[in-house]
């Protein structure tokens, strides 16, 4: 049973920094979803300020730099997007690893619960019998005390 409890303690604890690590995974994705949201919402904004530069007229050179601009900022809004599917790729690893560590510290207990049941088991058989065998003596006892008595 101790070495069950051992058992118990170490998957627990693997539990434990499973849970940590799925929190973290949880932050960083949250991070990363909020700086692709930020980084979105500032290409719409330049480009809707630009937009209205634009229909007032505008040099050649101002529109290939906002083109070039615009486009860097789809790159990064890209990259972004790839870091906010990675980091949503380790917390669902890192879910799934909760979930298995979660099973084995059930199993384990499970296991714990069985056993500590097939102990009481074998003891509460091991009374009845006992019980069993004391009123067996005493009914013998009774039998033959009474034929001793009346018999000499």
């Not at 799925?22 to 904004?45: F, K, N, P, S």
């Not at 790729?89 to 298995?100: K, W």
């Amino acid at each position: 049973m101790h070495a069950l409890n051992t058992l118990l303690e170490r998957a627990a604890s693997e539990r434990d920094q499973a849970l940590a690590a799925l929190r973290q995974a949880d932050d960083l994705a949250g991070r990363q979803q909020a700086q692709h949201a930020q980084l979105a919402a500032y290409r719409v904004e330049y480009q809707q300020r630009w937009a209205s530069q634009f229909r007032q007229g505008g040099a050649i050179e101002i529109m290939h730099c906002y083109q070039s601009f615009m486009q860097r900022l789809d790159e990064a809004l890209a990259q972004q997007q790839r870091q906010v599917e990675m980091a949503a790729g380790a917390a669902q690893q890192a879910r799934e690893t909760l979930l298995a560590r979660e099973t084995r510290v059930a199993s384990v207990r499970k296991l714990i619960e069985r056993r500590t049941a097939e102990h009481q088991h074998a003891i509460d058989r091991r009374e009845q019998r006992q019980t069993d065998e004391s009123a067996q003596q005493a009914s013998w006892r009774a039998r033959h005390g009474n034929a001793l008595s009346t018999g000499h």
